[in-house]
């Protein structure tokens, strides 16, 4: 039958260092639901502590007696009842191993020694001690010194795994002589001060004790006793530690690293085997697991207990702990009672004295058998009785040599009692030879030497049980009603023991597998993300290439657009395609944008100081303003004025009328003022024709080509569709003109022809064109910080400087028809 292993947990009390340092408690202890509270630092405060419930919990103020009588008694009883068992501390370095285990194996061997000498008068004992210690891997004899580098572990399907190389067992008979040999071991062991604890043990150090328990039955002899052994590991590890904290440095720093590495090998065998599913156990990694093979998983009753320091700085360590120790409650073991184990000590000897016994029951019967043989026959019996005997004494002390060289008591006992009965038998012969030449006198001689012989043999017998023990105190009616209390009361503990050790893995291997079967889950879900992982990889590849694409587009459409503005003329209320952008509005009837009127049918009123007849309109290539009838009339209607007003003049100066004096007359400027001031609404600029363009009429090859150009859906012209379109398509023979919206430095080349360019007769568009305009606080229109009225002033001055160095009286013309914003 299986069961798991038992952890009991064990708080120190703060020591000198800890309370000097005002370190705080972070550990809390309940023994009655044998939980123990770790306050988590991080967290802060009390009631945030992590909780883990054991088979048993053990707060500072609980002695060691007190423990070892609440859990390790129940072990110490199951090896006396011939299991295996183990009891071993684990922690970090100072938080109390050795100080439970020297207080363990006290109590452990007195307990031992106590059921032994109350034990009844047919129950006898074999008891064998060693001590051994793992020091950076190696393997140590405690008990004796020089054999250490010949000792290895070796694994036997019927032994387990054992010492081979010469491990000193010793045949103890009581504690005291246990309390010596140990007190010998520990001087030997390795131990040295660190900046945690002043005698820290630097090796894993483990005490065996060894009973076989034999039971004879007196009244059949003749029916074989089994023989029960049981091994009781008391095992001291070495603590872990941190470099930083311990300040190892040489022989202790290499020390550290071994103990830490057999520790973590230990940790990972708890692990896989609390983890169960047949994993894998790496038990072969260190020495330590491979000795802790069969208390770990295998056939022993197994005590963890989990040291812990109670202080806030050791709380890493202590949870680490902690959770081992919860981890190690999963293990479940196989123990069974270990009935004739071929290596016995006691069955050896067990057989031995029954040999003994029919050999000398033969010799009986063949002092009467053998009388009528000859001289020469019985001699011959004799001397092969004899060599039978030699190679039996032989073979039991050859193996006695290679199961147990610390058995030297033993053997040297038995290597008495072949020299007595080869003696005996030697001089049993002789008789026996004369006997059948003897009278019956000699008969009468014989059968008292007979007599005395059987007294010499039970002498022996009697001198090899004292090799074993038991039933020494059975006298002691008070030990013996104290063990016999003892012993129920252990029988009811273990009981208890197990119970709850069931009721609480059964919760925890309940969880366990909860947490198996969601790690599961999780592991298939990994897989899952993966695989949607590099799905959207790939997606996200794809969309990067298209939108990379994308870029390059708009990139070029901005650079083309870039390229186009300084072919633009200025003040067009759309330089820059984010302007066009902002004012673009989706239509979803049409499915596609609709663009705002990027035409500034901006004309300024035409000079009229031209006299009428030296101009030419090419009224054809005009086409009525349909939004803007009025205007035309009033423009027309203005012209008629200014003709009328400065008719007197204009005769005076028909063959060389000063235009610039006229043009840039006062009231002149203050008329164009006045236009624009007059503007007080502006209509939508999403004025589009069906074709997304203006429905303004654009005179041809005139100053009005407007700034469709940036209207991309419409019927902007492009560049280079400019530079082929034929002028004459729309004009008259012989008349050229130039794009409007071209730059006008690069418009200066046909001043011959200006008079046949078109000019627009239209009143100007300042209405339609100003909404784009941005507005000033006083109601002028602006033009980037000027208002509309100082860039016409500016303008014109700047014409007018121009001019002045000009005397090309067609450049003034020019420049005094062409449409300026
Ligand atoms: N329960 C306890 N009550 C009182 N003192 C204790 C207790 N546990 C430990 N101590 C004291 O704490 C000190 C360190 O204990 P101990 O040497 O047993 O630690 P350790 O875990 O074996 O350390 P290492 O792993 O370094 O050998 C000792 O002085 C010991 O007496």
Redesign the pocket.
Known sequence: MSESVKVAV????M?ARELQQGCRNVVTVDPASKCCTLECPAAGGAGNGKVYQFDAAFD?Q?T?ESVYENVGSVIVEAVLDGYNGTVF?Y????????????GFIERALDHIFEATSTASAQMRYLALLSYLEIYNERLRDLLQDGVSDMLTLKEDPNRGTYVAGGLREVTVKDAAECARLVEQGDRRRA?AA?K???????SHAVLTLSLETLAINEENSKTENTVKRGRLHLV????S?RQARTGATGDRLKEAASINLSLSALGNVISALAAGHGRHVPYRDSKLTRLLRDSLGGNARTLMIA?LSPSDVDAEETLSTLRYAARARCIKNKPVINEDPKDALLRQYQLELQRLKKLLESNDQSLVKEIPLTEESTWNEQSVKQEKYAEEVDRLKKECENSNLSAQKLREELETLKIRYETGTVSNARPKLVSQQLDEQDLEREERRRKKREAAMQEVLKRLEKLTIGGEEQGNAELRRRREKRRKKLEALASALETSAQEGNGSVFQVYGQLRSTEDALKRMAKRVKQLEAEAGDLQASWDAERRDLLRRELLISQICDAMVPHLRPGCPFRDVASVRAAATWCDELSRWRLPDVSPHISLPPASLVPKDSIQYNIMASKPDLNNNSNNKDNEDEIGNEADNEESSEQEDVKKPDIVDTYFRRNRIDKLLAHVREAKTFESCNRLSKSGGSEDAIPFGGNHLQLNALNLQSSAPVIGDLDSYKLTQRLPTGQTSRPGWMLEENSTNSKSSLVNQTIKRNPPRILEALPSYPQGTNGAFKLGNKSISDRISDKLSSRFIHNQVDDNHSTLLEHARSPTY
């Open positions: 064990r708080c120190r009390p020591n500072p609980e060691t501390a922690g970090q370095t100072g938080c109390g191993k050795s100080h439970t285990m020297r131990a660190t945690m604890n002043a005698a820290s043990s630097r001291d590890l070495a603590g530690e040291c």
